[in-house]
Each structure stands twice: as C-alpha cells, then as structure tokens.
C-alpha cells in the first residue's frame, strides 16, 4: 500500500516561502512525482514534477521561477520550496505519484497515488 503524507503547509504572510515536503512510503522503487493544488471554488491544477532521477522538472507557466521541486530518493521525500508567495497561492497542496519513471505529466490521470494534502494560507 503506497502511502503519501504532506506536510510543512500553514499560513503566512505574502512576500514569504513555505517549504512543502511529501513523505512516500509502500513503493520500493521510486518513479515520477508532482505536486498539485485545488483553491477554493476552482478545480485542482498542476503545479510542478519531478521525474524518478531528479535530473527533469517541469513547472506550470505561472510558477514563473518561484517554486523548486526537488527529491531525495535515499529518504523517499519529494520537496517544493515555495518563494515570493502571493495570496492566488492560496490552495490545497497535494503529492502525488505517478507510473512514469524517466518522463513526467502534469495530467492528472498518469498519477495513481495522492497524499490527503495540506493547506497553504497566504495573506496579502
């Protein structure tokens, strides 16, 4: 049973950065991660992925340099450091795990397990 557990999610002011870290536990080989967020109101969007070596990342356009995903394999961990926050980020942040292992997707359907997410409040 392949678990994942987010954490490092609160509130802050905007202008700051929050480092999310997603936990992956149950798979014994890693494959392509990415990390995605719902806002209230709106549908659940892409934010960024990794694939399994780390070497590839693939951002949505509006990250525009203030996000960095990033993976340490030896304790399962995925990270997204989140700079120059502004209230639209504002959302539930989730991990997920796709099949992929050399390629990744910001399609949700190529991942087959998430996290249960954990909220990121910025106030302006």
């Known amino acids: 049973q392949v678990q994942l557990v987010e954490s490092g999610g609160g509130v802050v002011q905007a202008g700051d950065s929050l480092k999310l870290s997603c936990l992956v536990s149950?798979?014994?080989?890693?494959?392509?991660m990415g990390w995605f967020r719902q806002a209230p109101g709106k549908e659940r969007e892409f934010v960024a992925a990794?694939?399994?070596?780390?070497?590839?990342?693939g951002y949505a356009e509006w990250v525009k340099g203030r996000f960095t995903i990033s993976r340490d394999n030896a304790k399962n961990t995925v990270t997204l450091q989140m700079n120059s926050l502004i209230a639209e980020d504002t959302a539930v942040y989730y991990c997920?795990?796709?099949?992929?292992?050399?390629?990744?997707?910001?399609?949700?359907?190529?991942?087959?397990?998430w996290g249960q997410g954990t909220q990121v409040t910025v106030s302006s």
């Open positions: 149950g798979r014994t080989t890693s494959t392509s």
């Open positions: 990794i694939t399994r070596s780390g070497y590839t990342t």
């Open positions: 997920a795990a796709s099949q992929l292992t050399v390629t990744w997707s910001r399609e949700e359907s190529r991942y087959d397990y």
